[in-house]
């Protein structure tokens, strides 16, 4: 029973190795590549960062490492920094694109808000005046059954319907 607890345990401490296994280097674009297989021949001996089964570099990344052993490697790494233009150029329309779209929701939000505040502005001034003329009026209670509106709940309403009108018809 003691040998299967040590033959489980020895299994799960190799896995990290098989894992490590993992082949690192900079394509022509300037881009890292991560693959379990070895990188193509036309990738050059300096850009390659790690090899399958051995630890990735300590302290710093390989190009730094190999800045500071040849001073001509400044070079290769700036010729490979700029992007291509057409890669740019879809991710800037992608982006106008969405930002237009963005104004174009924002605007329609604004609108609807716009026009709910103008329906509650015209409900509020006809309910006032309502309240303003004097009539009688009536509410369905919670039994359903309908009660006129006393003096103190007529003040309350028109006062609510006064601030409506306040907010809402600027």
């Known amino acids: 029973m003691k040998f299967a607890h040590w033959l489980v345990l020895g ?38 960062l790690r090899r399958a089964g051995s630890p990735p570099p300590r302290g ?3 190009p730094a490492a190999a800045e500071a052993d040849a001073p001509d490697a400044a070079a290769p790494k700036a010729a490979a920094a700029p992007k291509p233009a057409g890669v740019d150029k879809e991710l800037e329309e992608k982006t106008k694109k969405a930002q237009a779209e963005e ?44 009660e006129i509106m006393d003096d103190a709940a007529r003040a309350a309403e028109q006062k609510r319907l006064q601030s409506i009108i306040e907010s809402d018809c600027k």
């Open 60 to 62: 710093g990344s390989a």
């Open 11 to 48: 299994c799960v401490c190799l896995l990290p190795l098989s894992a490590s296994a993992q082949w690192q280097w900079i394509d022509k674009s300037g881009k890292k590549v991560f693959s379990d297989q070895p990188p193509p021949t036309d990738v050059p001996e300096k850009n390659i």
């Open 103 to 146: 104004k174009a929701k924002q605007a329609a939000e604004a609108e609807k808000n716009a026009k709910a505040k103008a329906d509650n502005c015209d409900r509020a001034r006809q309910g006032k005046a309502t309240f303003d003329s004097g009539i009688r009026v009536a509410k369905i209670n919670a039994k359903g059954e309908r």
